[in-house]
């Protein structure tokens, strides 16, 4: 016979400070009450994740947890500072030992304590991208390449390149085979020259910004005694964001949490919209795979948005077939539907954008509380003119402004060398992107070629100099390495100098694109297609203007608007409309949002339509941008927009429009007063 008999728990009830069945809705209070193992807590949009989070570290250290076994990772360094800072906020301080911080901070400390165990002194270096990229330089000029003469990548697309392969763990060969295929011919060597670097860096006791996880989970994974330090320290490891980790993220989790299993990720599936910088959103997705014991929570009651565009944004993710699927749930009262906008053309899309933001401004709404979201940061073009000219202050957060960006400049170097020529800045400019021309070579042939403008005689009347005809005279000064190079510049020049073309900015770019500036950016960026698709609708843009000068005032005035904006974001005193890409805008929410040029092709991507992994990605970044409204969003697209090659080109309205049922939007027609 056998009889059951119960051990009574000697350990004492514990008193809890905070009243969590209070403070957090019943699916958070499930998250964060969950018992030890593996869970991953899927958090919509405005569902309160940083919350959840937080009180999870707070449970867990009420229920007897020391701090200083608990890990929490973010994604920024702000995030975890707040969390740590909101936790013993909670618990009246008692936090110390905790550990917070990024993957790479975190990596940086472990790796300083065992710093001879991963082969490195404890003084080791952290370099920084521009140390990253004079190591590859050096590493270049020891091999003997010379990479202007062989059309090798440049230091700073051979950086990305290195990273991408790190954070996506393929080898650098597999890489450049399959997503550069313009270096692809090279990828062998380019493999070399990455194991030089490699063993350069080690050499010289310095790590970059990847080698502080590469380097962390080769410790782990080949120092036994280190492995097992770690993985019984850290009895409980919290991770934020869990949908922006890559590979080597995810492994060092895994690593970490063998032993005990007590993991918690947090994050949005649909919210995954980082695969261009390495992110995985398979981590999240397979994560009860790896994880077989795994509790799945699901918190879906959104703080943040009207049911109405709830709505909106549960009909967006739908048809995404890669996700978990969840229903955000409203908890504020009704708002007005979200409005569909169909515009004529990009100028008139714009005009409605100003407009509008004048009414809701008049109604009351701070401009400080609108953002205008777009794809990518051409698409705003004609926005920051209409808002110019109606002195409706604006700032912009898209990264690096859009008219300091090189190769915007490079190109406007030709436009401003055509009406300006005594442009000394432009000039050089231009010259220096050649075959051993540097700064000194730059001034030299400067000097010479205002000699030679200068003596030109000015065909009469109404005649002007040959720009061609004066860089021809001084050829014999040029560097042998920029012969050929310079011989292309003249024949260029002859060709966007003649009058048929000279008049047309849109003109000019093209000429200068076809004739090498192309082959230029291949050579120079990872990202070449990107900036190709800048200066394709630069070009577009640039129709509207009559004359170069015309369109090179407008140039420099925008480009000052940016650099006030960056300027403004420091000092918010003044009232200003954001303007922004999604990306740049996620995490953040604003009561008025515009989503602007929703046509196929532009949003999603036309780079993007032929992979539907890509579409559904684009997909989860238009799901971003509808949750990022509180009150109300308007969509719009142009029918009509200003094609590159000429006149004006018809648009297809997005895909995901028409996955929005028509019923929970309202169309506005507009019509000019």
Request: with cysteine.
């Amino acid at each position: 016979m056998t009889h059951e008999y119960v051990l009574k728990s000697v350990r004492p009830a514990v008193e809890l400070r905070i009243d969590y069945a209070r403070e957090l809705n019943e699916q958070q209070y499930q998250a964060v009450t969950a018992t030890p193992g593996p869970a991953l807590v899927i958090a919509g949009a405005g569902s309160g994740k940083t919350r959840t989070l937080t009180y999870r570290v707070a449970w867990l250290i009420e229920q007897g947890i020391p701090p200083d076994r608990i890990l929490l990772l973010t994604f920024t360094n702000k995030s975890a500072a707040e969390m740590m800072q909101r936790v013993s906020g909670l618990l009246g301080g008692d936090t110390h030992g905790l550990w917070g911080g990024t993957f790479h901070s975190i990596g940086a400390r472990v790796l300083r304590r065992h710093a001879e165990a991963a082969g490195y002194r404890p003084d080791f270096t952290i370099l920084d991208r521009d140390d990253s990229e004079a190591l590859i330089k050096t590493c270049l000029s020891e091999m003997d390449i010379d990479i202007k003469a062989t059309r090798f990548p440049k230091a700073p697309a051979l950086a990305d390149i290195f990273s991408m392969a790190v954070n996506t763990s393929v080898s650098v060969r597999e890489l450049v085979e399959r997503d550069y295929e313009q270096f692809a011919e090279l990828a062998p060597v380019i493999e070399t020259l990455g194991s030089r670097v490699v063993e350069r860096k080690r050499k010289a006791n310095v790590m970059d910004f990847d080698d502080l996880l590469v380097q962390w989970l080769h410790l782990l994974r080949s120092q036994e005694e280190v492995r097992e330090l770690y993985q019984r320290r850290f009895q409980f490891v919290l991770v934020d964001e869990y949908q922006d980790t890559n590979k080597i993220q995810s492994a060092l989790i895994d690593c970490l949490v063998e032993r005990h299993q007590n993991i918690t990720v947090v994050g949005d599936d649909s919210q995954s919209i980082y695969a261009w910088r390495g992110a995985n959103y398979r981590n999240i997705l397979d994560f009860p795979k790896r994880y077989p014991k795994a509790v799945v929570y699901r918190i879906e009651k959104n703080y943040r948005s009207t049911p109405e565009i709830l709505e909106v944004a549960n009909a967006v993710i739908a048809a995404n077939t890669e996700q978990y699927h969840k229903q955000l749930s409203p908890v504020r009262d009704s708002g007005i539907k979200p409005v569909l906008v169909q515009c004529g053309d990009g100028t008139q899309q714009a005009e409605f954008v100003a407009q509008r933001m004048l009414e809701l401004r008049e109604e009351g709404v701070d401009l400080n509380n609108m953002v205008v979201l777009y794809r990518s940061h051409f698409h705003a073009l004609e926005l920051q003119l209409a808002l110019t000219q109606r002195n409706i202050p604006f700032a912009i957060t898209s990264g690096i402004r859009f008219f300091e960006q090189a190769h915007i400049k490079d190109v406007a170097a030709w436009i401003r060398l055509l009406a300006n020529p005594p442009d000394e800045l432009s000039l050089k400019r231009l010259v220096e992107m050649m075959p051993g021309v540097g700064g000194k070579a730059a001034a030299k042939l400067w000097t010479r070629f205002t000699a030679a403008w200068e003596s030109l005689e000015t065909p009469a009347p109404e005649g002007r100099r040959s720009l061609a005809l004066a860089l021809q005279k001084i050829a014999a000064e040029v560097p042998k390495k920029a012969a050929v190079a310079w011989a292309q510049f003249v024949a260029t020049m002859a060709q966007v100098e003649a009058p048929e073309v000279a008049g047309q900015p849109g003109a000019i770019i093209k000429l200068v694109i076809e004739a090498g500036y192309e082959d230029y950016l291949k050579e120079t960026y990872d990202n070449y297609r990107n900036r190709l698709e800048d200066l394709e609708q630069m070009a577009a843009f640039s129709r509207q203007f009559k004359t170069p000068e015309e369109f090179l005032t407008q140039l420099a005035l925008m480009s000052n608007l940016e650099a006030e904006g960056e300027r403004a974001n420091k000092d918010r005193e003044e009232e200003r409309v954001r303007l922004s890409t999604i990306h740049q805008a996620k995490g953040l929410e604003f009561d008025i949002v515009f989503i602007i040029m929703l046509c196929d092709g532009l949003f999603p991507s036309g780079r993007s339509l032929e992979v539907e992994a890509h579409i559904e990605e684009e997909r989860r970044l238009f799901y971003v941008a509808v949750t990022r409204a509180r009150n109300e969003l308007y969509l719009s697209f142009p029918l009509m927009r200003v094609g590159y090659d000429h006149g004006y080109v018809m648009q297809e309205p997005s895909r995901f429009l028409g996955e929005i049922p028509r019923k929970l939007l309202d169309q506005w027609h507009l019509r000019e007063h």
